[in-house]
């Protein structure tokens, strides 16, 4: 079974400012990696997945995210915040069978003017 | 026109009613999964099912039964409300091999 920690459950962070959202997951068998925002009121989109191949996995909106098997992370980032991407991350795992994902308990991201 | 549909969006009923939330897609995929969604919990999955005759039940299934009525559309009931069922429900579609889920809006359920 596959499991998923998002260790910040708040991030407050300044305009133009770099972030960083921490995921680590757990995992006995390979994975697939996904974050997905949800702005407010609104359903869940899809960010960026790792799959397989490079370890550096660019998404929309200017995020990234680095996959690191060696300390089972898969951090999110963005060099520079709008107000824009004020909203809920959530990192998920699916094993890379027929398996569901697993999702963390989000992160509120909070971009300060 | 959205490619998943959840209907009702919102719905307030009392303890011991029956709710049937409903879920329609127009992607095409083979796929579809029910969560729900509670502040500081993140998305826990209900019930998911791979085709129309597959049927699963998620880490959170007690109090809650599903139906996939076709491949386009897969139900949720609950068979008596309680009010530690209030939350925002998702509905969620996904194309076999391709491990993306395309998710509704979500349907927020309260009940009294």
């Known amino acids: 079974a596959q499991s998923v920690t998002q260790l910040d459950s708040q991030v407050p962070v300044f305009e133009e400012a770099p972030v960083e959202l921490r995921c680590n997951y757990s995992?006995?068998?390979?994975?697939?990696l996904f974050w997905y925002v949800q702005y407010p009121n609104q359903g869940l989109q899809l960010l960026l997945k790792y799959l397989s191949g490079s370890t550096l996995v660019k998404g929309i909106n200017g995020f990234e995210a680095e996959f690191n098997k060696s300390q089972t992370s898969f951090h999110l980032r963005k060099p520079s915040v709008h107000i824009s991407d004020t909203a809920e991350y959530f990192c998920?795992?699916?094993?890379?069978?027929?398996?569901?994902?697993?999702f963390g308990k989000g992160t509120r991201l909070s971009v300060i003017a | 026109d959205a490619d998943v549909t959840q209907t009702p969006r919102n719905r307030i009923t009392k303890t011991g009613k029956r709710i049937m939330l409903e879920c329609s897609q127009t992607k095409g995929h083979d796929r579809m999964y029910w969560y729900r969604q509670d502040p500081g919990l993140g998305l826990r999955l209900i019930y998911y099912?791979?085709?129309?005759?597959?049927?699963n039940k998620g880490e959170i299934s007690d109090g809650y039964s599903v139906s996939r009525q076709a491949q386009a559309k897969f139900s949720l009931s609950l068979e008596s409300a309680i009010p530690n069922q209030t939350a925002l429900y998702f509905c969620?579609?996904?194309?076999?091999?391709?491990?993306?889920?395309?998710f509704g809006p979500g349907t927020r359920l309260t009940v009294l």
């Open positions: 995992s006995s068998v390979s994975v697939y």
């Open positions: 998920a795992v699916s094993g890379t069978g027929n398996t569901p994902l697993v």
């Open positions: 099912s791979f085709d129309v005759k597959d049927i």
């Open positions: 969620a579609t996904s194309a076999q091999g391709t491990d993306t889920q395309y």
